[in-house]
């Protein structure tokens, strides 16, 4: 059974950092695309980040762009993701999600963790 279990969430003031982290058991990295996705209030579920660890590329949406970063622990099965330079508009909840390949959309989407809030304030 495929696990996410997202941890490291929590409250911070613009300009400040946090890193994310998602657990994941009950399947093997190398054959699944993982990413991370949010959603604000209001607002469509949005993908942040993913990669595929088979070939290491890794996508940012452009709002994330030289202030977040993906990577992964293998033998630890952990995905992080580094937030610095956080803004107000980064508020949300994040969702580790992950999915086998090949996929055909950019970021998986077909197992989700139960999310985690992130709230930057100005």
């Known amino acids: 059974e495929v696990q996410l279990v997202e941890s490291g969430g929590g409250s911070v003031q613009a300009g400040g950092s946090l890193r994310l982290s998602c657990a994941a058991s009950?399947?093997?990295?190398?054959?699944?695309?993982i990413g991370w996705f949010r959603q604000a209030p209001g607002k469509e579920r949005e993908g942040v980040s993913c990669f595929e660890n088979s070939d290491g590329s890794a996508y940012y949406a452009d709002s994330v762009k030289g202030r977040f970063t993906i990577s992964s622990d293998n033998a630890k099965n952990t995905v992080y993701l580094q937030m610095n330079s956080l803004k107000p508009e980064d508020t949300g909840v994040y969702y580790c999600a992950a999915e086998h390949l090949p996929i055909i959309s950019r970021c998986p989407r077909e197992y989700w963790g139960q999310g985690i809030q992130v709230t930057v304030s100005s």
């Open positions: 009950g399947f093997i990295f190398d054959n699944y695309a």
